[in-house]
């Protein structure tokens, strides 16, 4: 089934999805994370949601000038956890989750203000 949300809520389950990331990761080095199956797990899934999300977002509200995130790169990692899932390499993912975010975090929360204007 179909589901029509908005850009809105969309950026909003990415934020959402990010405030879970930092939660699932604090405090956690490569090593810890590595040897977690149920953190992987959660991780993996805040970076589907954050994909999918991305993906159905409108281009008008992404693709502005001045906005550099690379929303391509996003929605691949969302489609190689979904579909190469034994391609995913860990350290890689681990630090998009612990670095990369951050400047997702910002440009998502820049377009919700620009939304809510």
């Known amino acids: 089934m179909k589901h029509n949300l908005g850009d809105k809520e969309r950026i909003n389950h990415i934020l959402e999805a ?7 990761i604090e405090n956690v080095d490569l090593e810890s994370f590595i040897n977690n ?11 589907e949601i954050i994909g999918e999300a991305t993906n159905h977002i409108s281009e008008e509200v992404l693709y502005k000038k ?4 690379p929303w ?5 990692v969302r489609n190689i956890i979904e579909h190469e899932y034994f391609r995913i390499d860990y350290d890689i ?12 975090k910002e440009d998502i ?3 919700l203000k620009d939304l809510d204007k």
């Open 18 to 24: 990010i405030s879970n990331l930092e939660k699932f």
């Open 37 to 47: 199956a149920e953190k992987i797990a959660a991780v993996e899934r805040m970076f």
């Open 66 to 69: 001045d906005n550099s995130t």
């Open 72 to 76: 391509r790169k996003i929605i691949a």
């Open 93 to 104: 993912l681990y630090d998009i989750a612990k670095k990369d975010i951050i400047p997702l």
């Open 109 to 111: 929360q820049t377009i």
